[in-house]
């Protein structure tokens, strides 16, 4: 049974910081591309960032230089490491696993305000 879990989301102030982590299970997480989305309600759901097997990794202009993606594939875990953030950052952030088929997990929310 795959299972993906998302944990490290809250509520944290303009210019704070949170670390989200995904933890796989049931899958070769080593094969797996995984991803960090977000989806405000009502919106659809957008990419945040990608980290791929090899470890390069992408950024949706909108978080460039503020989040980082990072995997430990001895953990079965991928992390993103989100700083100066700001009230448009408030989502419910999913992870995705991604090689022959694709894994979402239940989301994690995140709350930026004042």
């Known amino acids: 049974q795959v299972q993906l879990v998302e944990s490290g989301g809250g509520l944290v102030q303009p210019g704070g910081s949170l670390r989200l982590s995904c933890a796989a299970s049931?899958?070769?997480?080593?094969?797996?591309?995984m991803s960090w989305y977000r989806q405000v309600p009502g919106k659809q759901r957008e990419l945040v960032s990608s980290?791929?097997?090899?470890?390069?990794?992408n950024y949706a202009d909108s978080v460039k230089g503020r989040f980082t993606i990072s995997r430990d594939n001895a953990k079965n875990t991928v992390y993103l490491q989100m700083s100066s953030l700001k009230p448009e950052d408030t989502a419910d952030y999913f992870c995705?696993?991604?090689?022959?088929?694709?894994?979402w997990g239940q989301g994690t929310q995140v709350t930026v305000s004042s």
């Open positions: 980290i791929t097997v090899g470890g390069s990794t």
């Open positions: 995705k696993a991604r090689w022959m088929r694709e894994y």
């Open positions: 049931g899958i070769i997480f080593s094969a797996h591309a």
